[in-house]
């Protein structure tokens, strides 16, 4: 007898969604979710757009979320503005304490993987775990068949000795220092004297000088006014920002293994949210009928390629923000996107872009030189160029 019905290796955003997903739609399959650290979810904040997901969704996703907002603010050199568009945010310890509350005897902690097969896992300790499926969800898999950029960032969360008196997020600061890439800070107000304080940049490297990023987040508090008490938690990541591929590729590099989260290629394309895709998918996967491991592959990678697909469109943005101009000045393409409506921007967040929308981001002077605009729109196999 097999020792699951679902092994779920990793216990990230991903196969933590769907596992609390699976438990509250199909709790007569057995799971069991492997995790290499001593907690679910990491050292992490995820965070979404009220518009990224459905009523339904927003729903079940409730008693993660630690932090809500009704608004948020953008700031650019020549443009600072509020929009009314709900923003939240969940923390990786609630995301633990409560998937470890639902799932109980599910989930097996500090948990080493030596080698994932589509139905089978054997653990450093040389134990080996059989089911009818198994889903990898432990991030970005190293590939040939993308071409990227990167969203690299350092996070602090700050005790301040004083009230910030923020009462939204800031989403995007541009308005500091623009270097190695388009830069922003982003800022969440956690309490009345707590922030998360993130320095970003949209890089052509993913190379993190971590004690620059320290120095930036210290320089910003400082030209706020608000005096740094204690540095409660600090956060770091990598995310992948695509700019061409082969995805049917991609999926054969997977072997057959069912993959979830960044490892599926599910992920907003420009701006690396990976909740919105990762409560789609979940939603997804628990209306179907077959739940062996060539069911499962096949519909999460026929999934995937439509979603690669439908955001095609996204990609040759991505191209026009890293290619088209200096880097130093990749700001002006987002303060530009910013001064459109807000429900075509509610839109683009949550990945679903009309038509007219399309035509509306890209119509006008472009705000790079036409020249390399042109380019960046042509360069649609750069990933072949890595091969």
């Not at 990230?12 to 492997?34: C, I, K, S, T, W």
């Not at 054969?252 to 293994?257: L, N, S, Y």
């Not at 599910?266 to 062996?292: E, K």
């Amino acid at each position: 007898m097999d020792d699951a019905d679902l092994i779920l290796v990793g216990g990230g955003l991903a196969n933590g969604l769907l596992a609390l997903r699976l438990r509250q739609q199909r709790p007569d399959l057995r799971l069991l979710v492997l995790e290499q650290a001593d907690t679910l979810g990491g050292n992490h904040i995820w965070s979404f757009h009220e518009h990224d997901l459905t009523p339904a969704q927003r729903t079940w996703l409730e008693p993660l979320v630690t932090y809500r907002w009704p608004g948020y603010e953008v700031i650019f050199p020549g443009l600072r503005r509020r929009l009314e568009s709900g923003y939240a945010s969940i923390v990786s310890l609630r995301f633990h304490q409560h998937l470890m509350a639902e799932l109980a005897d599910e989930v097996r902690l500090s948990a080493s993987v030596s080698q994932v097969d589509a139905r089978q896992v054997r653990l450093a300790s040389g134990e080996v775990l059989n089911a009818a499926a198994v889903i990898d969800g432990r991030g970005v898999r190293q590939t040939k068949q993308l071409a990227l950029g990167f969203q690299k960032f350092l996070g602090q969360e700050v005790r301040l000795q004083r009230p910030h008196g923020l009462a939204q997020p800031i989403i995007m600061d541009a308005s500091v220092a623009q270097r190695d890439g388009y830069r922003f800070v982003y800022v969440l107000p956690l309490s009345v004297d707590t922030l998360l304080i993130e320095d970003t940049y949209y890089a052509d490297g993913d190379a993190v000088a971590l004690d620059t990023l320290r120095a930036n987040i210290a320089g910003y508090a400082s030209e706020r006014g608000w005096v740094i008490a204690e540095v409660l938690r600090e956060e770091q990541g990598v995310l992948p920002i695509i700019l061409s591929g082969d995805l049917p590729a991609f999926w054969d590099e997977a072997c057959g293994v069912p993959q979830t989260g960044l490892a599926a290629a599910l992920f907003h394309p420009t701006t690396g949210y990976s909740l919105p895709d990762a409560v789609r998918l979940a939603d997804h996967l628990i209306a179907l009928d077959r739940w062996d491991a060539g069911g499962l592959f096949a519909s999460i990678r026929a999934y995937s390629l439509t979603q690669w697909r439908q955001r095609g469109f996204f990609r040759l943005l991505n191209r026009m923000l890293f290619m088209a101009g200096p880097a130093d000045c990749r700001w002006a393409v987002m303060q530009r996107f910013y001064c459109l409506r807000e429900p075509l921007i509610q839109r683009f967040y949550a990945a679903n872009l009309t038509t007219w929308d399309r035509l509306r981001i890209v119509s006008g002077k472009p705000p790079v030189p036409v020249g390399e605009a042109l380019r960046a729109l042509a360069a649609g196999n750069l990933h072949k160029d890595k091969r």
